[in-house]
């Protein structure tokens, strides 16, 4: 399968390909965030710690709407990056945003663990972003285009998206403010 891959899927389609799968994983988040919340509250709560509880309550607030917010400011810069990636050979924005996301799916993984139920995204994290990460590593490094070394150094630029996330939750509630 890895040969038919190697073949079919050119650098640059696999660069371009990032954006898109990050949307297929925050559709799932956009798409069930309030449901979840409502399932899952009562279940979630008493095993939050409480240096996190005040992120969990505004989370449960959190309305499709909202949340779609940061998850559009970071499409931007993943297009961004992707651009710069597959288009100027600038990679090092672009590495650091997949390292962050593939280590965002372990964070799925330990909350499902954690909380014992399934959490919010867990499953494209699975489904979709684990195997893209897989094999957009995989094929950097293959192809000699990066080392992991440059891979490694590359995590600090990733860091933006954390920014942003942040950023983009805070002032979520005033573009979209309660009724």
Do not use: C
């Amino acid at each position: 399968m890895l040969e038919w891959m190697n073949a079919n899927i050119s650098l640059t389609t696999l660069i371009w390909l990032f954006p898109i799968t990050f949307l297929l994983h925050d559709f799932e988040e956009i798409i069930f965030v309030e449901s979840w919340f409502k399932k899952n509250f009562s279940k979630v709560e008493p095993k939050v710690p409480n240096r996190m509880k005040t992120l969990f309550y505004d989370l449960s607030k959190t309305t499709a709407a909202r949340f779609s917010i940061p998850v559009f400011m970071q499409f931007i810069l993943y297009i961004i990056a992707s651009y710069l990636a597959a288009e100027k050979d600038m990679y090092h924005l672009f590495l650091g945003l997949n390292v962050i996301i593939f280590l965002h799916v372990f964070s799925h993984v330990g909350q499902t663990i954690f909380f014992g139920t399934y959490a919010l995204g867990v499953g494209s994290a699975l489904l979709v972003t684990l195997p893209y990460s897989l094999y957009l590593f995989y094929r950097f490094l293959a192809e000699n285009i990066v080392g992991m070394m440059d891979i490694m150094m590359s995590l600090p630029f990733g860091i933006i998206t954390v920014l942003i996330v942040w950023f983009g939750h805070e002032i979520s509630p005033k573009i979209l403010p309660d009724k």
